[in-house]
C-alpha cells in the first residue's frame, strides 16, 4: 500500500486522512478511491477508534473527505498547519478529519425528546419529525446529541 511519490522522499505526503468511528464499507470506498487515482500513501496508521493515511496529495485528500460526507454522512473537519518554508514560499499541510455518523437515512432517531426519521445524510443532516412532519436542518456538530433509537 505504501507508494512513493517520484522524485520525492518515500515519507513524502501533503495532508493526513484521519478517519474515526466508521464501518468497513468506509475502509473499502477510502482503499478504493485511492487505488483508482493512483495517489502514493506514505505511511498508514491504525488509531485507537481508526485510521491514518498519510497520502501525498492535499487536494484529492479534502476532495475525498467530501465524497465521504455525501456517500456515508458524518463529520467532516478541514484545517491545516505550517509545515516549513521552500524557497521563501509558506509550505502547508492539511488535515481531513471524518467522523461517520452512528446513524443512517431512513433511521430512526431520537433528538430533544423527540423521534424524528433521519431524511438526508449530506453537508448537513435533515431530520423529519415522526408525527407533524416538521422537517429540521443540523450541523454534523449537533451529531453526538442525535440517539438511534
Avoid: C, W
Avoid at 522524485?7 to 468497513?24: F, M
Avoid at 470506498?29 to 493512483?38: H, K, N, S, Y
Amino acid at each position: 500500500m505504501v507508494r512513493s511519490l517520484e522524485g520525492k522522499h518515500p515519507q513524502y505526503y501533503e495532508a493526513i486522512l484521519q478517519l474515526r468511528d466508521l464501518t468497513s464499507n468506509v475502509v473499502e470506498f477510502v482503499d478504493q478511491e485511492i487505488a483508482r487515482a493512483a495517489i502514493p500513501v506514505a505511511k498508514f496508521k491504525k488509531v485507537t477508534n481508526g485510521y491514518d493515511y498519510y497520502l501525498a496529495d492535499n487536494s484529492f485528500t479534502k476532495a475525498l473527505g467530501r465524497k465521504l460526507q455525501q456517500q456515508f454522512g458524518g463529520e467532516l473537519v478541514l484545517s491545516s498547519s505550517l509545515f516549513g518554508q521552500k524557497d521563501g514560499k509558506e509550505i502547508y499541510r492539511g488535515t481531513v478529519l471524518f467522523r461517520q455518523a452512528s446513524f443512517g437515512k431512513g433511521d430512526t432517531v431520537e433528538y430533544r425528546g423527540e423521534e424524528y426519521t433521519v431524511v438526508v445524510l449530506g453537508k448537513e443532516i435533515i431530520l423529519q419529525q415522526s408525527t407533524s412532519g416538521k422537517r429540521i436542518h443540523l450541523k454534523y456538530r449537533e451529531m453526538g446529541k442525535i440517539k438511534k433509537v
